[in-house]
């Protein structure tokens, strides 16, 4: 056996552990990249009776309003949520929302149900979920369909 043999059999170890670490590190940055996925309404939207869900593939995002506090419940656990109340300028007012009994259920006491109390009224609404790196958006209306 030659040195250089020798040297490449020393070598090969260290080099196999270095590029295993090195693709973890890879592969763990990769899935903490921003990545935005686009929310549509399942059906049309009336928040204040509770029938409000958005989905983006296998992740689901209700939004309900109850006695003026809005509440976002998701299927899997958020990093944060914010809700956006866009007036008739297309102005929007955010709302970050703060985490409740668990990282499932999110709310915020808004102005919602005084906007849209009236039967037929309409809002746009808007939300940004995250769940880490992932930013999951939508806008949409929510249209009253009857007293809630």
Partial sequence: MNKH???ALM???V???GGYIASDFWVEDQASATRIFQMTPE????VLAGNCVLLAED???NIFDDNGKTTVNSTFPLDTATLFLVDKNDQATSYPLQMSDSPYYWYRQTPLRATISQVGDTHKIRVIATIKGGQYISEFYTQTGSKG
Avoid: E, Q
């Fill in 59 to 61: 992740f689901k995002l």
């Fill in 43 to 46: 059906n049309s939207c009336d």
């Fill in 5 to 7: 043999t020798k040297l």
């Fill in 11 to 13: 070598v090969a170890p």
């Fill in 15 to 17: 080099l196999a552990i």
